[in-house]
Structures are given as C-alpha cells and as structure tokens.
C-alpha cells in the first residue's frame, strides 16, 4: 500500500490510467465519493445520534464469474478494525472483574515474556492494546500467513522487538495486538471464538464470527486490489482452507484477533456504538476511557491521529471540527473504517477493495466519508 508522499503522488498518478475501474454507477453523495475512490464494491452503514440509520450499498462482493452485488447482509474481512473488537472484548471482561489491562502478559502466558533489549521492564496487556509493548511485525511473522508459525517461535525473534522501553513509544505492531487473542485462550482455557461469541457477540445479539470456517457458503465479499489490478483474497477458498476455531490453540491464533473479524456493517455498527457509550454499562466509563485516551500517537504528521487502547482518536480541524474516534483496516486491497463522534454520529464502512490512498495514517476514502457523513 502506498505511504509517504512520493509513494502517495506515483500511485494517484497511476490508479486511473492502471487501476481496477468501477463496474457500477451511483448519483447519490455516498456513491459518488466511493466511486471516486475505485471502490469495488461496499456497505456504509451511517450512525446518527446513538442509531442505526440509512444503509448505503454499491457495486460488487465478488467480481469472479456473474458479478455478486453487495447487500445489506454481505459479510466483509475487517481487518485490523478486529483489534478494536478484540479491546472491546478485554473491556468487557476487566468490567466484570475477570482481567485487568495492567497486568504483566507473562502472569497471563504462565510463563516468562520480555523484550530482549530491556529484560527488566513488564509487558502489560494494555500495552498491546495500545501498541506501546516495543514489538515489532518481523519477515517471521509475515511469512506465518502462508505457513503457520508458533507464537513463542516469533517472540523468540529478536526481530520481533524494538530497542525500546515497553510502555514509552508507539509502535504499530499486528503480532501485538494479535497475540491477545492467545493470552485470553491462555488465561481462561477456551478459544478465543468461543470466549467472543460467549461474553461479547451473543449478550449484544450481535453476529460476527473470527472463524472464516463458521460462515455459510457464498456469505463473505471477495477482496481486491485495484492497483495493481487483483484478487487478492478469495473468500470461497480461505472458507475452505480454514481451521475450525473448536479448541484453544494459544500458539496459532494471534491471527484472528488482529484482522480475522468476519461481520456485516450494520452488525459491525452495533460494536461501534458499544464503544462510543458502554452499552449502558456493559462496558465501564473506566475501561471506555482507556480505549478513548491516547496513548501513542503515529509518526506520520498530515493528519495526526493518537491511539488509546483499541481506538485510534482524530483531532483535525481540516477534517473534523470535533474529535472522532475509530478504527482503520487494511488488508488485501480492503480499506475499512469505523468512526463516531461524542454525540454517536458517524458510519461504519467495510468494502471489497478501494483506492490504498492515505494521508498520514487517515485513508482518502474515510476522510472523504467523515467530511460528507461527519459535516467535517
């Protein structure tokens, strides 16, 4: 995906010449800016004050064979808006009194875990919520999506860790993150799709899965990158391909947790607004607090975004006269995002492939949603 301005300029400069173009056509607000953003297909569900309001769906989940249209009950891949589902998870159990974000990872593991560089310092499960544990996304790591690879194995890794103080810098880091899913199997015995469904999906009546195998048939969108033109996430076949999430596997599942949430966008709006208000305190002002409060912020200056603990939070005028708080998720030509205000407006939007443009951290196609659905 393009970052950094040269990258930025070269790929707008080819996505209209080169890039997948649009198969459909829309005259309304919401269809012309994805239009403009070469989406291949989505569902934008908007939120306004606390509730689910207009339902906008245009183009394609799948393009292979007789084009599949998106609907209102398409399931899309969220990527990396999973971590914001998997910290809503974590507040749901510190609320009832079963965890706590300030507690060493290595009580959680039942065994010693530490950053190499500085061996003193704990690792607290806030701090991978956060991405402020001093890990790292090492060549080792990615590799384990074509070829599984153990946790510990990774954490091994000195690459896997930067030569910093746990707690004192931001980094993003997808294993962090991702590795809460094993803690919780760890801590509490069960796998975590089970410990999802159990404590957070089904009391809200919410239907979402982390287990790609657990959907019907034809259910899921496709994605694709529309620069360079691509299939590059067959639904049919990782469906398919997929291990059943039945038992605790605390060395294997750091992937679920970091991109794997499978969901529709009126359905992922319903998580939204869970993190916008608690649910009348099925999740605590104190735990909505430490998702809101930045703690990091990304290096990345045009549009300067901080990181709390599952949420990422927007203060820019440019693009928003007030803070909006949400998540991003990139992820096979997938540009997702979640984003909400303090007075529960916003809009969840969960596509089949869009323009990879970013500013800063902030992708084109979401900022171009909060100026139109947010009056930024």
């Known amino acids: 995906m393009p970052m950094g301005t040269l990258k930025n300029t070269v790929y707008s400069m080819a996505l209209p010449i080169l890039g997948q173009r649009c198969l459909w056509h829309a005259q309304d607000p919401v269809g012309r800016v994805l239009h403009r953003r070469h989406v291949v297909g989505a569902c934008v569900q908007r939120l306004e004050k606390g509730a689910l309001t207009a339902c906008y769906t245009v183009g394609f989940a799948s393009l292979e064979g007789q084009p599949r249209p998106v609907q209102k009950d398409t399931v ?7 971590k914001m589902v998997t910290a809503l998870l974590v507040m749901r159990l510190q609320t009832q ?15 010693r875990i530490r950053n190499p560089y500085c ?10 919520l956060s991405h402020t ?19 510990d194995a990774l954490l091994k890794g000195r690459q896997a860790w930067l030569p910093a103080v746990p707690g ?7 294993l962090g993150a991702g590795m809460v899913a094993c803690l919780l199997e760890k801590h509490f015995g069960c796998n975590f799709e089970q410990l999802a469904q159990q404590e957070l999906f089904a009391p809200l009546r919410v239907r979402a899965t982390f287990d790609a195998s657990a959907l019907p048939e034809g259910a899921a969108a496709d994605c694709y990158r529309v620069l ?6 067959d639904a049919k076949k990782r469906r398919k391909e997929a291990v059943p999430m039945r038992e605790a596997n605390p060395q294997r599942h750091y992937l679920a947790a970091a991109g794997g949430l499978m969901i529709t966008a009126p359905q992922l709006a319903r998580l939204a607004l869970l993190a916008w ?4 305190g099925f999740i605590s002002e104190e735990c909505l607090a430490l998702m809101k409060q930045p703690i990091g912020r990304w290096p990345e200056r045009q549009i300067p ?24 998720g990139f992820a096979y030509g997938a540009v997702n995002g979640v984003f909400f205000d303090r007075e529960g407006n916003g809009f969840v939007q969960l596509n089949s492939g869009a323009s990879e443009q970013r500013k800063g951290h902030l992708a084109l196609v979401n900022r171009d949603l909060i100026h139109l659905l947010m009056k930024g």
């Open 119 to 128: 061996p003193e310092a704990p690792i607290t499960l806030g701090m991978l």
């Open 168 to 174: 004192l810098f931001f980094h993003y880091s997808n």
């Open 277 to 280: 208000d608690g649910g009348r």
């Open 228 to 233: 360079p033109k691509a299939l590059a996430y």
């Open 97 to 111: 009194g079963r965890l706590n974000v300030r507690q060493d990872i290595s009580d959680l593991a039942g065994s």
């Open 133 to 151: 544990a001093a890990m790292a996304d090492s060549p080792a790591y990615f590799a384990s999506f074509q070829e599984p690879v153990d946790l």
């Open 305 to 328: 975004m901080g990181h709390g603990m599952g949420l990422l939070k927007l203060e820019d005028p440019r693009v928003c006269s007030r803070p909006v708080w949400g998540h991003q």
């Open 76 to 82: 899309f891949r969220t990527a990396s808006i999973a």
